[in-house]
């Protein structure tokens, strides 16, 4: 019973990088169908949350749309991969669930700035000299998403702490 608990607390880098591809997957069908209400749906169902990360993502020279579903479909089967065999990818399983949780950290404090495109990236806020926290997004998708990843990185450290120095 406790091996299935931290196995399913290990799937929640999974769960964000899936969710984040089907954020992608949503954007492809807006493109295809934008008069659908349930791709509208699903697009603003998941915005708040994968925002930022995709957003980032895809500004990166020489990563398009396309590329950036398959990359985020290959880190979700990858991190099942993970969470099933988690004593043969310590430093990567450490990597795959820590890079989740800047992602999901990322949406949370960022979501509450109005942004509708990619031109701008910068805080409000921080340009006007006030370096107070934003206020976290409340999402329910967005705050389960970042506890599940949470949960998984405290895993990697316990593991990481636990395994013998020598191997």
């Known amino acids: 019973m406790r091996i299935a608990i931290f196995t399913m607390m290990r799937l929640g880098p999974s769960l964000a990088y899936a969710t984040a591809s089907i ?8 493109e295809s169908y ?22 980032l993502l895809l500004a990166v020279p020489g990563i398009g749309i396309w590329s950036a579903m398959a990359l985020l479909t290959l880190a979700s089967i990858f991190g099942i991969r993970v ?18 949780l800047i992602a999901t950290g990322l949406t949370m404090g960022r979501a509450a700035v109005a942004q509708a495109g990619l031109s701008d990236f910068t805080l409000p806020q921080f340009q006007r000299g006030d370096w107070s926290f934003l206020p976290l997004s409340y999402s329910t998708l ?11 990185c405290i895993c990697c450290h316990v593991r990481i702490i636990k395994r013998p120095l020598s191997a």
């Open 23 to 30: 954020f992608v997957l949503s954007m492809l069908l807006l």
């Open 34 to 55: 934008p008069s659908s209400a349930s791709a509208w749906w699903l697009h603003m169902t998941i915005l708040p949350v994968m925002r930022e990360p995709i957003y």
């Open 83 to 100: 969470a099933l065999q988690p004593q043969r990818y310590h430093r990567s399983g450490f990597i795959h669930a820590h890079i989740a």
């Open 142 to 152: 967005g705050t389960f998403l970042f506890i599940s990843v949470f949960l998984a």
